[in-house]
C-alpha cells in the first residue's frame, strides 16, 4: 500500500521538473551560434539562470567580459535572452512590432493575463492618453500635486509626538505617498486618501514584479493556480477592483450630465473608451497606470533621497536657492518653474544613468528572427534587450561614468547650446532608463513633474540623514534583472526651523 497524498505531491514535483525542463530546452537547444553565458549543458543553463535571478549584473559582466561587445546569451528561468550591445539599439529602437515586439514582451514579463487582463495590449489607448490628454493636463495637475504632497507630507514625515525628526523606511514610505500623490489625479481627492484602497493598489503594484516570474516559470498547467496561491498571499487585482469599479459607474454616470471641475485621469480614460469596453477594461487599465506610477517612481526617488542624503550641506542648500529663485520669478509652483530646477531634474536623470530600474534596455520578442552581421541567428519567438549598462557607463559619452554625480546634467546644461537637452525626461541613444522609440515611457513627463515637485517639497521642509552609524546609502538589490534599493533602509526627516 502506498500512501495516496504523498504519491500524488511527488507525481506533480515531477510533472513539474519535467515541464519546466521541456521548456527551457528551447534555451538549451539554441544553435544559431550566439554564444551563451556559463558552462555548457542542461545544468550549466539552469545554474547560470538561477544565479542571474539574483545577481544579473555579474552574469552580464561576465557576458561582457567574454564576448566583448558581440552579443551573446543570458540563460534565464524563462528563457535565454539574446542581450544586444549599444550598435543594436538603432534597429531595435526603430523596429515595429511585427518585427520586436513590445507588448508581447511586457505581457509576458507582467503576466498580463494573471495579473490583470490580456485585452488592454490589443488597443492600448491608456499610453494613447497617457501621451496626448494627460500630457496637455500637466500644468493643470501641478497644483493639486502640491497640495497632495503637501499634506501627505505633513501627515507622514512630521512626527506625530512633537519630536522635529522621524525616522522612517525610505521605500515604504515614499511609495505610499507616491500612490497617493498620483491618485489624486487619476482618481481625485476621495480614493487617493482612503487607507483602505492605498493599502490594496501598493499592495497590487508593489507584488505584480515578484509574483509574475513566478508564473511565468511555472509549467502552464499550474500558472493560474499559482497566480491564485500568490495574489492571495501578497496582493492581487481583487481587492483594488472592489474600490474602482464603483467608482467608475458612479463617474461614468456623472460624466453623462457634466465634466469633472478637476482635471482626472480616470476621466480622460472613460472619455477614450471604446463603445465596447466594459468597466472592468477601464478599472484594469488604470490599475496598469497605477502600477506604471507606482512601482516606477517610488524607486526612483528612494534612489534619489540616498543620493541626496549624502551631498555636502553647500550642495543642498545651491538646490534649495536654486528651487527658491524659480518660485520667486515664475511666481510659484507652475510648468515653467518646475523646468527651472534643474540641479533636481539633473539628480533624477543622474539616478536613472547609474541606478535605472533595470539591467537592460527595450526588452524585446523577435517575432521574425533576425540575423545579425557576422551570419549568427536570433530565432523568432526569442527575447533580446539592449545592454543598458553598456549604454550608460560608455566612458567616451559619460566622465567618470562609475561616479554617481547628481549635477552631471545640470552642468552639461550650463555650456552653451545644451540647455534644451539632458532633461529628466528625455529619452536619447545614451539614455535609456524610460525605453527608446514608439514605445518610450508614456508616462515620463508625469513622473518628472511628480517626482520634481516632491523632491523640492522634501527639500524645503526637511533635512534628510541617514541614521546614526551609518554614512554611505544603502546597497541595491537584484532580482531577475531588476534594480531595488534596499527596501529597509531607514532615513531621518528633520523639520527645518
Ligand atoms: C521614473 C518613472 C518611470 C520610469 C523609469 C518608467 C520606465 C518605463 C519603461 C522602461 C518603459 C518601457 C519602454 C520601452 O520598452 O521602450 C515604460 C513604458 C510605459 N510607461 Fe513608464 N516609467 C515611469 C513612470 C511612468 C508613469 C508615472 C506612468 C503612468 C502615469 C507610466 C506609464 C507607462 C506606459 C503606459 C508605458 C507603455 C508605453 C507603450 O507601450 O507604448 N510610466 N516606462
Given at each position: 500500500m ?7 505531491i ?28 556559463g558552462?555548457?549543458?542542461?545544468l550549466g ?7 542571474y ?10 557576458g ?6 558581440k ?9 535565454p535572452v ?7 539599439l538603432?534597429?531595435?529602437r526603430s ?13 509576458e ?33 501641478i497644483?493639486e500635486i ?6 501627505a507630507?505633513?501627515?507622514t514625515?512630521c ?10 523606511p ?6 505610499h ?6 491618485n489624486?489625479v487619476?482618481?481625485g ?8 484602497f ?5 499592495r497590487?503594484?508593489?507584488?505584480i514584479?515578484l ?14 493556480p ?12 481583487k481587492?483594488?477592483?472592489s474600490?474602482?469599479?464603483?467608482y467608475?459607474k ?6 453623462k ?25 477601464i ?14 517612481s ?13 551631498l ?14 524659480a ?10 518653474a518646475l523646468?527651472?530646477?534643474k ?9 536613472g544613468r547609474?541606478y ?18 557576422d ?10 534587450a ?12 559619460y ?21 534644451s537637452?539632458?532633461?529628466?525626461a ?10 527608446a ?12 513633474m511628480e ?9 524645503l521642509?526637511y ?23 534596499d527596501?529597509?533602509?531607514q ?7
Amino acid at each position: 500500500m502506498y500512501d495516496f497524498p504523498s504519491y500524488s505531491i511527488l507525481a506533480a514535483l515531477l510533472a513539474v521538473i519535467v515541464l519546466t525542463y521541456l521548456r527551457i530546452l528551447r534555451g538549451i537547444s539554441y544553435t544559431g551560434g550566439v554564444p551563451r553565458v556559463g558552462p555548457d549543458g542542461v545544468l550549466g543553463y539552469f545554474l547560470t539562470a538561477l544565479h542571474y535571478t539574483f545577481d544579473a549584473e555579474t552574469i552580464i559582466l561576465k557576458g561582457r567580459a567574454d564576448f566583448g561587445n558581440k552579443p551573446f546569451v543570458i540563460p534565464t528561468l524563462s528563457g535565454p535572452v539574446f542581450l544586444l550591445g549599444p550598435e543594436y539599439l538603432g534597429v531595435v529602437r526603430s523596429s515595429s512590432d511585427d518585427v520586436f515586439n513590445e507588448p508581447v514582451a511586457v505581457s509576458e514579463d507582467l503576466q498580463l493575463p494573471f495579473t490583470m487582463d490580456v485585452h488592454q495590449m490589443e488597443n492600448p489607448y491608456q499610453a494613447s492618453v497617457l501621451r496626448t490628454d494627460v500630457n496637455r493636463a500637466i500644468p493643470a495637475f501641478i497644483p493639486e500635486i502640491l497640495e497632495e504632497s503637501t499634506l501627505a507630507m505633513n501627515e507622514t514625515l512630521c512626527s506625530s509626538s512633537g519630536d522635529n525628526s522621524v525616522t522612517l523606511p525610505v521605500f515604504d514610505t515614499m511609495t505610499h505617498l507616491i500612490a497617493r500623490i498620483s491618485n489624486r489625479v487619476i482618481f481625485g481627492i476621495e480614493l487617493c486618501r482612503n487607507p483602505h484602497f492605498l493599502h490594496a493598489i501598493v499592495r497590487f503594484a508593489e507584488t505584480i514584479t515578484l509574483i509574475a516570474p513566478f508564473i511565468r516559470w511555472s509549467p502552464r498547467i499550474i500558472q493560474s493556480p499559482v497566480y491564485i496561491t500568490l495574489s492571495s498571499l501578497l496582493g492581487g487585482k481583487k481587492e483594488p477592483l472592489s474600490f474602482i469599479v464603483p467608482y467608475l459607474k458612479k463617474l461614468k454616470k456623472e460624466l453623462k450630465s457634466k465634466a469633472q471641475d478637476e482635471p482626472l485621469i480616470a476621466e480622460f480614460l472613460v472619455r477614450a473608451a471604446p463603445p465596447d469596453e466594459s468597466i472592468g477594461g477601464i478599472a484594469m487599465r488604470l490599475m496598469n497606470i497605477n502600477f506604471g506610477s507606482i512601482h516606477t517612481s517610488s524607486i526612483f526617488i528612494t534612489q534619489a533621497l540616498f543620493e541626496l542624503a549624502q551631498l555636502p550641506q553647500q550642495e543642498i542648500d545651491d538646490i534649495r536657492e536654486e528651487v527658491k529663485a524659480a518660485l520667486e520669478s515664475e511666481g510659484g509652483w507652475t510648468k515653467t518653474a518646475l523646468l527651472k530646477f534643474k540641479k533636481i531634474d539633473s539628480a533624477l536623470r543622474e539616478v536613472g544613468r547609474v541606478y535605472g530600474l533595470m539591467h537592460f534596455a527595450l526588452p524585446r520578442v523577435s517575432m521574425r528572427g533576425h540575423d545579425l552581421p557576422d551570419g549568427k541567428r536570433i530565432p523568432p519567438g526569442h527575447r533580446v534587450a539592449i545592454d543598458m549598462k553598456a549604454v550608460h557607463f560608455n566612458p567616451e559619452i559619460y566622465i567618470d561614468p562609475n561616479r554617481c554625480d547628481l549635477f552631471r546634467f545640470s552642468k552639461l546644461r550650463e555650456l552653451e547650446g545644451n540647455d534644451s537637452k539632458y532633461g529628466f525626461a528625455t529619452v536619447d541613444s545614451h539614455y535609456l532608463p524610460f525605453g527608446a522609440g514608439r514605445h518610450a515611457c508614456a508616462g515620463r513627463f508625469f513622473a518628472a513633474m511628480e517626482l520634481k515637485i516632491m523632491l523640492a517639497h522634501i527639500l524645503l521642509k526637511y533635512d534628510l540623514s541617514f541614521p546614526p552609524g551609518i554614512s554611505h546609502r544603502p546597497a541595491n538589490m537584484q532580482f531577475n534583472g531588476a534594480i531595488i534599493p534596499d527596501t529597509k533602509a531607514q532615513m531621518v526627516f528633520t523639520v527645518r526651523v
